[in-house]
Each structure stands twice: as structure tokens, then as C-alpha cells.
């Protein structure tokens, strides 16, 4: 009779509150963290995330700072955190300074975040489920992300629970910061840092003398400007030259070029750097004539946010039109190799023709790139004085057409003029070789004949 009562009770439970879940199957984790703004230095967010098809009831959590020295201290303690987050939804908490937005928490104590802390999350049964440690912090999955600087958000962008990483499984956000709360309300934060458009006009508002600027908008800026920006790293130190290196702009969206930029240090002090990682450069901009580059004293100048970035694949941009393209961009062209002799390589795509400069460091074996064959090259646009070049990145930014599997081929002559006047040329040599066999053949059977019946008379 007893165990009828009980399943009649659990079966009511299910029916009143059957987004409730009984248990949950995965931890929840902490998504993103704001320390601070400049101007309100303890405006701090937390946004958890709850991975599970259900509701979870967070009652009896807590959150807890730990300092470079160990010492623990509540953000939320046990007995004031309250919420519902919902599935695969957030929860938002914020310190008590940080009024501005909608958050479903605030802070139980006036603790707050700093450099070279760590965050703990607990459950209902006092265990750490997840942590994130930056900087000098003590705490931390295998590894800790770097510090973070004002304004700026250590966002989540994977979920590794068998082997969590805190420098791979997070990065620095310094763009647009979005976060949500327990109702999936999209709230922006607001940005401190100056306005690139109105660098003269806010000038008050830059941090410690430096410029946070885009790849883009630095070339508008004035000689010896203090820089700090971000880009992706495309070549590395040795390739085009021992002292620099290009980055490029982080876009998502498909262009004719990439907009690029040189990062110089006179003493070669670089981190180790790889293709794809994506970086803060700090530095002074230094515009020489048509160099335009920024210049670093220190490796440390150089933080590697995140590694394995893509930019997007570009469109083809016609030899004619790079002229007007900005120099030290990265562009697509397509056309014949009809030079190749000693260190002046052309390619020339039915119009105009421009030199492609094979750099020493990038180890493109010249021999490659064959005299007739037709090509597509990926490459940073220099312009000189009288000139433009294209710099190939490495052999993978190479690519011969000539060699496309026949499957394919139907498909590029389609759109590619280039290919089909190869093929055409392929098939009038095959013609032309044929009507000489055939011509030869003709004549040869012909002497043969009158010399057979003379020899039969």
C-alpha cells in the first residue's frame, strides 16, 4: 500500500512540475566572466551555463574567489544562492556594483575578482564541479588562461569534461561582450574604451596613453601612436624576414582581401608563435613611406589568445584592380605563369601581368610553379614605387589548375575562362599531333605502295 502512495506521489510531482528535473547529468559550468571596466572597476558578471535537456534548481550552490595565495572568500554563499537555470539555458550573476544590467543574482559578499584569481563553483554538496583560474592564480584546470585586462571577458568557447583546459577551453574577449539570463535576455555591456572613429575627439578615454584600434583603422592613425590591436597570424617570424611578421584582421564575413598588418621587433623577440593563433600586439606604429608596421620591444608585447584560427576564403581579385586594394593585404589572383627564369616569376591573367616574389623563408620550391600552367595564388598585395608584388604565403597557398582531377575539371572551365583557353590549347596540340601522325601515315602508305608494284613488275 505504501509504495502505491509513493509512486502516486512521484507520478503527481512529475505532472505539477515536469520541467523539474530529479538529477542532472552533467555539471553545471561557468561560461563567461567579467573582473571589471575602467571606469567601474567592480563591474563583474557571471554567466553560468547549464548543459542538460532540464531545468536545474541551484538552490544551496556557491560561488568562491581564490587568490594567487589560496585564500577562499564568497561571492555567493550557500544560503543566498537562489535560481532556477533553465535547459541548455544561463544564469547571470553580478557583483553589487553592477546595476546596469538584468542579472538573475547579485553578490552575497563585496569580495571581488581581480588578476591572478580563480573562480570555484560549488554544488549542493559543497564539490568544486568547475573552476577557471587566470594569470598567477593557484587554481586551475591543467593550465590557466591569461590575465584578462578591463573590459575585457574570459568567454567559454568548448566543453571538455573528461580533460577541461582552462587556456584551450577559454579566450580573451575583447570584442562585443553578449550575455544572457535565466530568460534569454541578450544584454550588451557597455564598453569603456575609446571610439576608433573619434580618436582625436575622445582622447580622454584611452587607456594608459594606448590606442585599442582594428587592423583597419590603425592605418588612419598618426605616426608613433601607442597600438594595441588583434589579428590572426598568417606568416611567421623568418619567412618574409627574420624581424617581423603579418597578422591579419579577424572577419567572417567572404571579401576580395584581408586587411594585414607587420609586427616588427629589432632584437627578434617573438613567442612562439604558430600559423592561426590569434594575438594582442601591443606596441608604437611606425609609417616609414609605404611600410607601414608596429613595432615591439619586448616578446611579452606579443599574447597569444587563442590557436587553430581560419580566415575566410577570398574572392578573386583581377591583377588590374589591385592598385586600389590597400598595401599589405592579403588577395586571390588567378592567372598563367609566363615567366619564370632567375627571381622574376609573372602571372599574367589575360589582361595584365604582376610579379610573384617567392620569399627564401617560405621554402615555395620555384620550380613548382611551371611556365604555360595556370595558378591561383593566395599572398600579401606590396605595392613599391613604380611596381606591385605578391608574396605567397607557403605552398599552400598555391594551388595548380592544370593538376585538378578530371571530375572537377567540367565544373572549373565553367567558371574559369583561364582553364578552358589551357584546355583548348592542350586539345589543339593533341589535334595538331594527330593530323601530322595521320598526314605521315598517308604519304608513308602511298611511297610504300608505288615501291611494292614496282618491285611486282
Not at 37 to 50: G, P, R, T, W
Not at 77 to 106: C, H, Q, R, V
Not at 246 to 261: D, F, H, V
Not at 375 to 402: A, H, M, Q, R, W
Amino acid at each position: 500500500m505504501k509504495k502505491v502512495i509513493i509512486k502516486k506521489i512521484i507520478l503527481l510531482f512529475l505532472i505539477l512540475f515536469p520541467k523539474i528535473s530529479l538529477a542532472q547529468d552533467l555539471p553545471i559550468i561557468i561560461n563567461q566572466v567579467l573582473i571589471g571596466q575602467n571606469e567601474e572597476v567592480k563591474n563583474e558578471f557571471i554567466e553560468l551555463y547549464n548543459p542538460n535537456d532540464s531545468p536545474l534548481n541551484l538552490e544551496g550552490y556557491s560561488l568562491k574567489k581564490k587568490t594567487a595565495g589560496g585564500t577562499e572568500s564568497n561571492l555567493v554563499s550557500t544560503k543566498n544562492f537562489l535560481g532556477i537555470i533553465p535547459a541548455k539555458g544561463f544564469f547571470l550573476i553580478s557583483s553589487l556594483e553592477f546595476k546596469e544590467i538584468k542579472a538573475d543574482l547579485s553578490y552575497s559578499s563585496t569580495a571581488s575578482l581581480s588578476i591572478n584569481n580563480s573562480l570555484l563553483l560549488y554544488n549542493q554538496n559543497k564539490e568544486v564541479i568547475d573552476k577557471i583560474g587566470w594569470g598567477g592564480s593557484s587554481d586551475f584546470y591543467q593550465k590557466p588562461i591569461i590575465n584578462p585586462e578591463k573590459n575585457e571577458s574570459i568567454k567559454r568557447i568548448k566543453f571538455n569534461y573528461d580533460k577541461p583546459n582552462n587556456a584551450e577551453d577559454f579566450i580573451i574577449n575583447s570584442d562585443l561582450i553578449e550575455i544572457r539570463n535565466s530568460k534569454n535576455e541578450i544584454i550588451t555591456i557597455k564598453n569603456y574604451l575609446e571610439n576608433a572613429d573619434n580618436i582625436e575627439k575622445e582622447s580622454t578615454k584611452k587607456e594608459n596613453n594606448i590606442y585599442k584600434l582594428k587592423i583597419s583603422e590603425i592605418k588612419k592613425a598618426k605616426n608613433r601612436t601607442k597600438i594595441k590591436t588583434e589579428g590572426i597570424v598568417i606568416n611567421l617570424p623568418g619567412e618574409f624576414g627574420s624581424q617581423y611578421f603579418y597578422i591579419l584582421e579577424e572577419t567572417e564575413n567572404q571579401k576580395n582581401y584581408l586587411e594585414c598588418m607587420q609586427i616588427y621587433n629589432y632584437y627578434k623577440k617573438f613567442p612562439d608563435l604558430k600559423i592561426g593563433d590569434k594575438i594582442k600586439v601591443t606596441g608604437e606604429l611606425s609609417i616609414n613611406e609605404s611600410v607601414i608596421k608596429i613595432k615591439t620591444k619586448e616578446a611579452q608585447d606579443i599574447i597569444i589568445l587563442s590557436s587553430n584560427n581560419d580566415w575566410p576564403e577570398m574572392k578573386e581579385t583581377p591583377i588590374s584592380s589591385l592598385n586600389e586594394l590597400p598595401n599589405d593585404s592579403l588577395v586571390k589572383i588567378k592567372g598563367e605563369i609566363n615567366q619564370n627564369r632567375a627571381n622574376m616569376i609573372y602571372i599574367d591573367d589575360g589582361e595584365k601581368e604582376i610579379i610573384i616574389e617567392i620569399k627564401k623563408g617560405t621554402k615555395i620550391n620555384k620550380k613548382t610553379l611551371e611556365e604555360g600552367n595556370f595558378y591561383t595564388i593566395e599572398g600579401l598585395l606590396v605595392k613599391k614605387e613604380n611596381e606591385i608584388e605578391i608574396l605567397p604565403l607557403s605552398e599552400k597557398s598555391i594551388k595548380n589548375l592544370n593538376q585538378v582531377d578530371k571530375e572537377s575539371i567540367g565544373e572549373i572551365i565553367k567558371e574559369n575562362p583561364l582553364v578552358l583557353k589551357s584546355e583548348k590549347r592542350t586539345k589543339e596540340k593533341i589535334i595538331i599531333k594527330y593530323f601530322l601522325i595521320t598526314t605521315g601515315g598517308i604519304v608513308f602508305y602511298f611511297l610504300l605502295e608505288k615501291k611494292i608494284k614496282k618491285f611486282l613488275k
